[in-house]
């Protein structure tokens, strides 16, 4: 009876972890993904950069370093977040980031030009950076099925991804895209609500592991106390095998952030899919005017959607295999599989509609199911008490260093083609795969 109702316990810990680290996910990616949308509307609304002294013109180079600086701080924010985790724990961080990242979609619909607009997405770096340390730190010490708390986490988070350019591509159908910022900030702040409402013990997982009763490792309730105890618990990490796992997430968010951040453009202006008039696909008698003003519906925005939405199935198959195979096996392939296809991208895509929607699909698969497998890995090169501090590295790597991504592909695209872009892409996941055998031949033994 006393095992049963224990079971019952962690049962429900679990269960109310997993569902606020999946809302909490969504939201995230919900904001980030959207803002590629809006990038191809700026693109074309704006000719300028005025920062008073100086006036910059709009190009993919430009736009590429100002969204940067927002995507730079959601990882940067990611280490002071990490420490921030093993002193107070995840949950307060994860309701300052939902109630964050509303307020800065409040000023980004509030913006009157781009120098406002550059200011509400490092708002919005700034509240969102801190949640990928809390978060899987939450799993990886609260959840005991932690690589299915993983796939879980990495589909709503994908669920995310491709809802929200998905209903931000489908919102600007018909308002201006300030109204539809504005709309979009009313998700993350109902998402706080329930987060502040939710009820677990963080540690419950680590406590069941070595039978303390919820002590677990003295780490895990103390943390980083001072700036000279940081920089030895840093070197600690840094001296096994987390090293070779920070170089390999450093390019991994290199590709990420360098193919995510101009595709709805690419896929529309370097392909060539045109916009269709939205009276074109109705019946008569429901058509909103004649095609000629009625609104058009940007189909490269909802491909790229679906691209994204594909990465719930990456996800998915991604986080049960880190429970079944060696995860740096998994990082071999699943890197390998993105340097194909992005060698094959565009020439695949060429061929006609059907070729372009499977690359894409193969995109996406690869694309996110290589994540769960780098959270795994960190999970397993890391003692649980410095587990914040670690992802804090992880996601400082991922979209602090990675955000260099988005300006390098806006850099190529100003000066070279977007073929150049795609091999330079597949350079980063050839590296990260690289990096990836030989952590696998190497295998030092998990903290």
């Not at 995507?71 to 280490?79: R, T």
């Not at 699909?361 to 497998?373: H, T």
Request: aromatic content about 10%; overall charge neutral; charged content about 10%.
């Amino acid at each position: 009876m006393h095992v049963g109702l224990v079971r019952l316990h962690v049962n429900r810990n679990d269960r109310s972890i997993v569902a606020l680290v999946m809302v909490a996910h969504g939201m995230v990616h919900t904001y980030e993904l959207s803002i590629p949308i809006f990038v191809s509307i700026w693109l074309r609304e704006y000719t300028t950069i005025d920062l008073g002294l100086s006036t910059f013109a709009v190009t993919t180079a430009s736009l590429g370093v100002m969204v940067g600086l927002g995507f730079a701080l959601f990882g940067l924010g990611a280490l002071p977040g990490g420490i921030l985790v093993d002193r107070i724990g995840s949950k307060r961080l994860i309701v300052a980031c939902l109630v964050g990242m509303s307020g800065s979609f409040i000023l980004l619909a509030a913006a009157p030009n781009l120098v406002v607009v550059a200011l509400a997405l490092v708002v919005w770096g700034a509240a969102a950076s801190v949640y990928h340390p809390a978060g899987l730190s939450l799993i990886s010490t609260g959840v005991e099925e932690r690589g299915t708390g993983f796939a879980y986490h990495g589909i709503a988070g994908n669920l995310g991804i491709g809802f929200g350019p998905f209903l931000t591509a489908l919102l600007l159908l018909f308002f201006d895209w300030h109204v539809v910022a504005g709309v979009l900030a009313i998700p993350a702040l109902v998402a706080a609500v329930f987060a502040t409402r939710a009820n677990f013990e963080e540690q419950a997982a680590v406590a069941a592991a070595d039978g303390s009763g919820g002590a677990g490792d003295s780490k895990a309730s103390t943390g980083v106390s001072s700036f000279g105890e940081f920089v030895s618990e840093s070197k600690a990490l840094f001296a096994g095998g987390f090293a070779l796992v920070f170089a390999i997430v450093m390019f991994s968010g290199l590709y990420y952030r360098g193919v995510t951040t101009f595709l709805p453009d690419l896929i529309g202006s370097v392909i060539g899919i045109e916009p269709v008039a939205v009276a074109t696909l109705l019946p008569a008698a429901l058509a909103p005017g004649s095609a000629a003003s009625s609104p058009t519906l940007n189909v490269e925005l909802f491909v790229y959607a679906g691209l994204l939405t594909v990465g719930v199935a990456g996800q998915y198959v991604g986080g049960k295999l880190t429970d079944r195979i060696p995860t740096e096996r998994g990082l071999v392939v699943g890197f390998t599989a993105l340097a194909v296809v992005a060698v094959a991208f565009l020439p695949v895509a060429s061929l006609g509609v059907v070729p372009l929607l499977a690359i894409c699909a193969l995109l996406g698969f690869f694309l996110f199911s290589v994540q769960p497998f780098y959270q795994a890995t960190v999970a397993e090169y890391t003692p649980a008490g410095l587990r914040g501090l670690s992802y804090g590295f992880t996601y400082l790597g991922v979209f602090g260093v990675g955000a260099l991504g988005g300006a390098i592909a806006g850099y190529i695209l100003d000066v070279a083609d977007s073929t150049t872009l795609f091999f330079v892409l597949a350079g980063f996941a050839a590296v990260a795969a690289l990096l990836g055998v030989t952590l696998l031949r190497n295998r030092p033994s998990p903290a």
